[in-house]
């Protein structure tokens, strides 16, 4: 089951978010994932619960599941508090943050 979360990772790292131009992942904005049989759960939190892009990030999201062959439930966290503390140092250095 591992092996199948690192795909579903993987392909996570393939969403940009659009307002900052990174993938989801190294900004810090995944969660939770839990992949049981042909189903996976990714817990996703916003870097502002107004972001306009929220839509499309959903949309990529599921797209990348699909391309798994994996259903997608995606739980958007309005509630949680994203940092930037969150984010990989890599992208951090390169932000000038």
Known sequence: MRDLEDKV???LKEVIDPELGYDIVSLGEIEE???E???VYIKF???TPLCPF?????SSIV?????LRLEAEVNIDYEG?????RVDPEIRKKLNI
């Open 33 to 35: 994932i839990k992949v």
């Open 37 to 39: 049989d042909k189903k």
């Open 54 to 58: 929220l839509p499309f990030i959903y």
């Open 45 to 47: 939190l916003p870097t």
């Open 81 to 85: 508090r994203w940092s930037i503390d």
């Open 9 to 11: 990772l993987n392909k």
């Open 63 to 67: 797209q990348k599941m699909e391309e």
